[in-house]
């Protein structure tokens, strides 16, 4: 079974400068997809952005983009220009590929981040 | 922009009632999804539901939960019998077509006491 770690609870970043949130995660698939999602206090589940595994590139969106690396399993995302608005709890995701897989998304514990003005 | 409503946002129940969770789903979504986040802790997967028919459920999805879709347009969660531990963020989501990405209602707040 597919397992999603996020090894930092909390984190803290000043207003305006970038943070970095960390996630692995274990599977045996060679082709999945994975996903950061953002909680703010208001409990509503949004997402940030997405990555298919087959795709090499790096995906971005806006300020939040990710460091994929496969062999490491590893998929962390990048905040740059921290904003106030940004302060929430995030959570990684991994999904099984379509054909013959789970559709189902499988979460990490989330890492909780403040933004210090 | 579309998005996945539920209703309501907060519900109170007392243990061994029966409870209903609504949801719509974005219109031309195919594909249906309950999880649920017990305060602090991680969301976890429930049930998938497409073509009318449940497609996955966990282990945690035992004989007191059932999915409907009743209506061209609401996704139901019901538990029949409340337990304390099903006090919890229930959370809806859809996606389009396989492969997919979901997205996430607001969540109802289910307090069991």
């Known amino acids: 079974a597919q397992t999603v770690t996020q090894s930092q609870p909390e984190m803290s970043v000043q207003e305006a400068e970038t943070v970095t949130l960390s996630c692995t995660y274990d599977?045996?698939?060679?082709?999945?997809?994975l996903f950061w999602y953002k909680q703010p206090p208001s409990r509503q589940m949004i997402l940030v952005i997405r990555?298919?595994?087959?795709?090499?590139q790096n995906a971005t969106e806006n300020r939040f983009s990710v460091n994929f690396q496969k062999a490491a399993k590893s998929f962390s995302l990048k905040i740059s220009d921290s904003q106030l608005g940004d302060a929430a709890m995030y959570f990684c995701a991994y999904r099984s590929p379509t054909q013959g897989g789970s559709e189902k998304l499988v979460f990490g514990k989330g890492t909780k981040l403040t933004v210090n003005p | 922009e579309p998005e996945v409503t539920q209703t309501p946002s907060h519900q109170v129940t007392q243990m061994g009632q029966e409870v209903i969770l609504r949801c719509v789903p974005i219109?031309?979504?195919?594909?249906f999804y309950w999880y649920r986040q017990i305060l602090g802790q991680k969301v976890e997967f429930l049930v998938s539901f497409y073509n009318n028919e449940i497609s996955e459920k966990s282990e945690i999805f035992d004989d007191q939960f059932s999915v409907e879709r009743p209506d061209g347009s609401n996704f139901t969660l019901k538990i029949r019998s409340t337990k304390l531990e099903d006090s919890a963020m229930y959370f809806c989501?859809?996606?389009?077509?396989?492969?997919?990405?979901?997205?996430f209602g607001q969540g109802t707040r289910l307090t069991v006491v």
């Open positions: 219109s031309n979504h195919l594909y």
């Open positions: 989501a859809s996606s389009q077509r396989i492969g997919g990405t979901a997205f």
């Open positions: 599977t045996s698939e060679s082709d999945y997809y």
């Open positions: 990555q298919e595994a087959y795709k090499q």
